[in-house]
């Protein structure tokens, strides 16, 4: 109750700097918050894509049904292997038809079906890099009834690298503002001690705990960290509703979803915390001297 | 009560304050810490109050030893060691209730017992009619009164006088010793240190501590 009551006479009695950190460390965040409903999007769009990543085995025409049941429940019980699809000859026929109207024709008048039954399998999550993809479809491939795998290794790999990429990127902005942030809080909770530098003296002198010395400087951290959290989240919002961004494949951005924003603003208050501590110990428990 | 034995300090720009200073100073005792500027007087009450530590030797305050004491002990410490200084470190926003008032809520008084226990302490130190004054409305005289009222805040049993007469004239600087001696004969150890030659000659029944260039060069009690 009196670090609250000291945190807010800390805001009253430097109202300005206050405003001024906590518009700061909200711009801060807002790019990052912007740079985040980015990141969320591309990563939805490559985790779409990435989910429809499949290692295709087409089967010779004299695949014994007995063989190819087994092969099914083998490559099934891969641990890679999220889903196995058996398309059969009929099946692949039909889909052409459907699918390729245009040659719906020379489909039409065929007496021999041309088309191969195949294996579609689908991985599971955190399996979908190129070296499993091109792992399965080796084993795939060994089965002496597949004539042939595929799965498009070149796009999986650029794939793969442009997820990499965003995430460097996401983890390069989000650690480069995060430690403007910091600084930013730094700077404030210091000025907020060399203001109060006479009363904390007095403090040390009579023997006040150091944790009574602390608790409000740590607690106007955390309040600026949040105030700054919930102003970037609501610039955030701002800019998402009166912008309506497109790019690329994707229709209109998603927002952001609760668990990351509630966490955002919580680290932010939570950076706000650290950085205050940081300060208060470099300048209040020098007088405790060593621990 | 105090103890040094063999303490040197020494600064990393400034070099030696202290150079092995060993005394005692025993419970309810007055001592003045004489010297001239520099010798090391103000060091010395540092150490004591634990702001700094030896850089050799060791300080025994109490149970509270310079080489053993664990920094969470160090308020409590404080609470035994009452410190005054020469410019009287008040804050000049508060009222002299309200500076006296100050130290008692940052040891955790309760709220109700407060008051009453400020205006005993500033009518011990005979100010209890300048209570709704501020610093600025005092003489140097009654501010100084008003530091010891916050000194003796935490009921400590030492009480550490850093030049305290330094910017009264002599008829206040003569009251706040008055004061100092009067705590004295209520059981409060008193370790004053004064540059001012003359103001200790006039008190020879008071064991003088003197240090020069950092050494103890006379000890009146030895």
């Given at each position: 109750?009196?670090?609250?009551?000291?945190?807010?006479?800390?805001?009253?009695?430097?109202?300005l700097?206050?405003?001024?950190?906590?518009g700061?460390?909200?711009?801060s965040?807002?790019?990052?918050?912007l740079?985040?409903?980015v990141a969320?999007?591309?990563?939805?769009?490559?985790?779409?894509?990435?989910?429809?990543?499949?290692?295709v085995?087409?089967?010779?025409?004299?695949?014994?049904?007995?063989?190819?049941r087994a092969?099914?429940?083998?490559?099934?019980?891969?641990?890679?292997?999220?889903?196995?699809?058996y398309?059969?000859?009929?099946?692949?026929?039909?889909?052409?038809?459907?699918d390729?109207?245009?040659?719906s024709?020379?489909?039409?008048?065929?007496?021999?079906?041309?088309?191969?039954?195949?294996?579609?399998?689908?991985?599971?999550?955190?399996?979908?890099?190129?070296?499993?993809?091109?792992?399965?479809?080796?084993?795939?491939?060994?089965?002496?009834?597949?004539?042939e795998?595929?799965?498009g290794?070149e796009?999986?790999?650029?794939?793969?690298?442009?997820?990499?990429?965003?995430?460097g990127?996401a983890?390069?902005?989000?650690?480069?503002?995060?430690?403007?942030?910091?600084?930013?809080?730094?700077?404030?909770?210091?000025?907020?001690?060399?203001?109060?530098?006479?009363?904390?003296?007095?403090?040390?002198?009579v023997g006040?705990?150091?944790?009574?010395?602390?608790?409000?400087?740590?607690?106007?951290?955390?309040?600026?960290?949040?105030?700054?959290?919930?102003?970037a989240?609501?610039?955030?919002?701002?800019a998402?509703?009166?912008?309506?961004?497109?790019f690329?494949?994707?229709?209109?951005?998603?927002?952001?979803?609760?668990?990351?924003?509630?966490?955002?603003?919580?680290a932010?208050?939570?950076?706000g915390?650290?950085?205050?501590?940081?300060s208060?110990?470099?300048?209040?428990?020098?007088?405790?001297?060593?621990? | 009560?105090?103890?040094?034995?063999?303490?040197?300090?020494?600064?990393?720009?400034?070099?030696?304050?202290?150079?092995?200073?060993?005394?005692?100073?025993?419970?309810g005792?007055?001592?003045?810490?004489?010297?001239?500027?520099?010798?090391?007087?103000?060091t010395v009450?540092?150490?004591?109050?634990?702001?700094?530590r030896?850089?050799?030797?060791?300080v025994?305050?109490?149970?509270?030893?310079s080489?053993?004491?664990?920094?969470?002990?160090?308020p409590?410490?404080?609470?035994?060691?009452?410190?005054?200084?020469?410019?009287?470190?008040?804050?000049?926003?508060?009222?002299?209730?309200?500076?006296?008032a100050?130290?008692?809520?940052?040891?955790g008084?309760?709220?109700?017992?407060?008051?009453?226990?400020?205006?005993?302490?500033?009518?011990?130190?005979?100010?209890?009619a300048?209570?709704?004054?501020?610093?600025?409305?005092?003489?140097?005289?009654?501010?100084?009164?008003?530091?010891?009222?916050?000194?003796?805040?935490?009921e400590?049993?030492?009480?550490?006088?850093?030049?305290?007469?330094?910017?009264?004239?002599?008829?206040?600087?003569?009251?706040v010793?008055?004061?100092?001696?009067?705590?004295n004969?209520?059981?409060?150890?008193?370790l004053?240190?004064?540059?001012?030659?003359d103001?200790?000659?006039?008190?020879?029944?008071?064991r003088?501590?003197?240090?020069e260039?950092?050494?103890?060069?006379?000890?009146?009690?030895?």
């Amino acid at each position: 109750m009196r670090s609250m009551r000291e945190a807010l006479a800390g805001f009253r009695r430097t109202p300005l700097l206050c405003v001024l950190s906590i518009g700061a460390i909200g711009l801060s965040l807002v790019i990052l918050g912007l740079f985040g409903l980015v990141a969320h999007n591309i990563g939805g769009a490559i985790g779409d894509v990435e989910r429809r990543v499949e290692v295709v085995g087409y089967l010779l025409d004299d695949a014994g049904s007995e063989k190819v049941r087994a092969a099914r429940r083998e490559l099934e019980a891969l641990p890679a292997v999220e889903s196995v699809r058996y398309v059969s000859k009929d099946e692949a026929l039909e889909r052409a038809r459907r699918d390729l109207v245009e040659f719906s024709d020379v489909y039409g008048e065929l007496r021999v079906n041309p088309l191969p039954a195949s294996f579609h399998l689908r991985l599971r999550e955190g399996f979908r890099t190129p070296e499993t993809v091109s792992e399965t479809a080796g084993t795939l491939a060994a089965y002496p009834f597949v004539e042939e795998a595929r799965f498009g290794d070149e796009w999986v790999e650029r794939l793969f690298a442009l997820r990499s990429a965003a995430t460097g990127i996401a983890l390069a902005l989000g650690g480069g503002f995060a430690l403007i942030a910091v600084l930013l809080i730094v700077t404030t909770v210091r000025m907020a001690i060399l203001a109060r530098g006479e009363e904390i003296e007095i403090m040390q002198i009579v023997g006040a705990r150091e944790g009574y010395i602390q608790r409000p400087f740590l607690l106007e951290g955390a309040v600026t960290g949040l105030a700054g959290g919930l102003l970037a989240l609501g610039v955030t919002r701002l800019a998402y509703v009166v912008f309506p961004i497109r790019f690329a494949a994707i229709e209109s951005l998603a927002w952001l979803p609760h668990l990351w924003t509630a966490a955002g603003v919580a680290a932010a208050a939570l950076l706000g915390l650290l950085a205050a501590a940081y300060s208060v110990h470099r300048e209040v428990g020098r007088a405790y001297g060593p621990s | 009560m105090i103890s040094l034995r063999g303490v040197s300090k020494a600064y990393p720009r400034s070099g030696d304050a202290l150079r092995g200073v060993s005394f005692r100073l025993r419970k309810g005792e007055f001592a003045f810490l004489t010297g001239p500027s520099g010798a090391g007087k103000s060091t010395v009450l540092e150490l004591i109050h634990f702001q700094t530590r030896p850089t050799e030797g060791e300080v025994q305050v109490s149970r509270y030893n310079s080489r053993r004491v664990r920094r969470r002990d160090i308020p409590a410490l404080r609470r035994r060691v009452g410190f005054v200084f020469q410019d009287f470190k008040l804050l000049e926003r508060l009222t002299a209730a309200e500076n006296v008032a100050f130290a008692l809520e940052v040891i955790g008084t309760p709220r109700r017992e407060i008051a009453g226990r400020v205006q005993r302490l500033l009518s011990q130190v005979g100010l209890a009619a300048r209570h709704r004054s501020r610093p600025s409305e005092l003489s140097g005289g009654e501010r100084q009164r008003v530091a010891v009222a916050r000194a003796l805040a935490t009921e400590p049993r030492i009480l550490l006088a850093d030049e305290p007469t330094g910017n009264l004239d002599p008829d206040a600087a003569g009251g706040v010793f008055e004061l100092f001696r009067m705590l004295n004969r209520l059981g409060t150890a008193v370790l004053m240190a004064t540059h001012d030659a003359d103001f200790v000659r006039r008190h020879p029944d008071i064991r003088r501590l003197e240090l020069e260039d950092g050494r103890l060069a006379r000890d009146s009690a030895a």
